[in-house]
């Protein structure tokens, strides 16, 4: 019989590897929840009532902000907590509940397809809830993951993320054309409000905290992380972020994530729009693929864990520009089943590889002294970046033809590619090494 002392310890991540994975990987599914709204199902749904080109790259470029201003929030979660909570919880806390109401004011909305203004600051908002939450978990998970945990999590996390985002474009797509926005914002809620559940019942340290008004303090360790003031954070952050391997990572991910702006706001229209697909039908296409994707990352955890990100991301960002490429030169197979479901498979497996890899390389980077605002600064640049490239693409998009669209795809995964091949990382941590060292 387990006693219920044990219970209670088992819902300490410093206390359970499972645990640890477990939460994580469930904290990832609620940050991918809103993702299958608003980047799926949504833009799919929207072309489908007939909005616009401009429209539907609007509503994808401002509804994706938050994730670029991910960097405001770092620094806040570093210098602000409620420590004998947790250094993070709290936040996530805060995070879940804000995102959770904000669901439930998008089903309150009154015909959405004739008011494109008030869905896409709706959708900021989610986002913005959103990407907060992402923060507090990413600062968590790099406190308490050890190293040699982190591949296998990231997997995991990353499986979470799409299963998350794959089961909500299913589900709200379904119910966007069976029940409007109001199904689709309960289908969203009922998930959100779960998982906020479980942010509650997880503390992340012995002894903490399960509410502001139970009994619990907080640990020495947590004591000694946690900034005490501004300068600090600041003068540490500059000194590890203009190190020449940390300007090619923000380079880098310019690159890729623009032609992830690209896809996802031009491969919506062209399935409704151009090919005919019906937008629940195109979010169960993601939907599927997106989970079997999302199985197949599991496997590169431990891949990652024994020969490094760096050469799995080189030779994932060659093969995504290559099937970019080979998709734009071959128009002509556009109207074969086979081949459309070739570019859905290959863009959604290697985007997995691609997405898993770099998540394990930035945490592998951070400075622990600045980690959480540092790590937060490298994924607000990225989320920003696929802001970017969506704005470009409803910019360039009536001088381009399709074909063209996914050459610039390819291309950028290339270039992304090639600058993460003058990376040198040995010499990286050595410059770390030297700023611990006070050098």
């Given at each position: 019989m387990v006693s219920p002392k044990t219970l209670v310890v088992s819902f300490y991540l410093s206390e359970s590897?499972?645990?640890?994975?477990?939460?994580?990987?469930?904290?990832?599914?609620?940050?991918?929840?809103?993702?299958?709204?608003?980047?799926?199902?949504?833009?799919?749904?929207?072309?489908?009532?007939?909005?616009?080109?401009?429209?539907?790259?609007?509503?994808?470029?401002?509804?994706?902000?938050?994730?670029?201003?991910?960097?405001?929030?770092?620094?806040?979660?570093?210098?602000?907590?409620?420590?004998?909570?947790?250094?993070?919880?709290?936040?996530?806390?805060?995070?879940?509940?804000?995102?959770?109401?904000?669901?439930?004011?998008?089903?309150?909305?009154?015909?959405?397809?004739?008011?494109?203004?008030?869905?896409?600051?709706?959708?900021?908002?989610?986002?913005?809830?959103?990407?907060?939450?992402?923060?507090?978990?990413?600062?968590?998970?790099?406190?308490?993951?050890?190293e040699e945990e982190r591949g296998k999590a990231n997997a995991f996390m990353g499986f979470g993320q799409v299963a998350g985002f794959s089961g909500s474009a299913a589900a709200c797509g379904y119910a966007l054309v069976n029940f409007g926005i109001a199904g689709a914002a309960a289908f969203l809620a009922i998930g959100v409000a779960f998982i906020f559940s479980w942010g509650v019942l997880v503390r992340e340290r012995l002894g903490e905290r399960l509410l502001p008004w139970t009994s619990g303090q907080f640990t020495d360790s947590v004591r000694t992380q946690h900034n005490s003031d501004w300068g600090s954070i600041v003068v540490n952050l500059l000194k590890?972020?203009?190190?020449?391997?940390?300007?090619?990572?923000?380079?880098?991910?310019?690159?890729?994530?623009?032609?992830?702006?690209?896809?996802?706001?031009?491969?919506?229209l062209i399935a409704v729009s151009e090919l005919g697909y019906a937008s629940d039908v195109y979010a169960?296409?993601?939907?599927?693929?997106?989970?079997?994707?999302?199985?197949?990352?599991?496997?590169?955890?431990?891949?990652?864990?024994?020969?490094?990100?760096?050469n799995l991301l080189l030779i994932a960002l060659v093969l995504m520009g290559a099937v970019h490429i080979c998709v734009g030169t071959l128009t002509g197979l556009w109207t074969h089943g086979w081949f459309q479901l070739f570019v859905l498979v290959a863009d959604a497996f290697i985007g997995q590889v691609i997405f898993i890899c770099f998540i394990a390389m930035h945490m592998n980077v951070c400075w622990a002294k600045v980690a959480a605002t540092q790590f937060a600064i490298y994924m607000a640049w990225s989320n920003l970046s696929r802001s970017i490239g969506a704005g470009v693409y409803g910019e360039l998009q009536p001088l381009l033809n399709y074909g063209q669209e996914f050459m610039i795809m390819g291309f950028s995964s290339l270039a992304a590619a090639a600058v993460l091949f003058l990376i040198n990382f040995d010499k990286y941590r050595l410059q770390v090494q030297l700023l611990k060292d006070g050098n």
């Open positions: 590897r499972l645990l640890r994975i477990g939460s994580f990987t469930l904290f990832y599914v609620a940050q991918g929840l809103p993702i299958g709204l608003i980047s799926i199902a949504l833009p799919a749904w929207l072309a489908e009532q007939a909005a616009s080109i401009s429209d539907i790259a609007y509503f994808v470029a401002i509804s994706g902000l938050p994730w670029g201003f991910k960097l405001l929030a770092g620094p806040l979660m570093d210098r602000f907590s409620y420590l004998p909570m947790g250094r993070r919880r709290p936040w996530i806390i805060a995070a879940q509940g804000g995102l959770l109401l904000s669901v439930c004011l998008l089903g309150l909305i009154p015909d959405p397809g004739n008011n494109i203004v008030l869905l896409t600051w709706i959708a900021f908002l989610i986002n913005s809830f959103a990407a907060v939450q992402d923060v507090a978990v990413d600062g968590m998970a790099i406190d308490v993951l050890s590890v972020l203009v190190l020449p391997a940390s300007l090619l990572l923000v380079l880098m991910a310019l690159f890729w994530r623009i032609q992830a702006g690209f896809w996802m706001a031009a491969v919506p169960n296409y993601n939907a599927v693929v997106g989970f079997l994707a999302a199985l197949f990352g599991l496997t590169f955890g431990p891949l990652i864990d024994r020969t490094g990100s760096r």
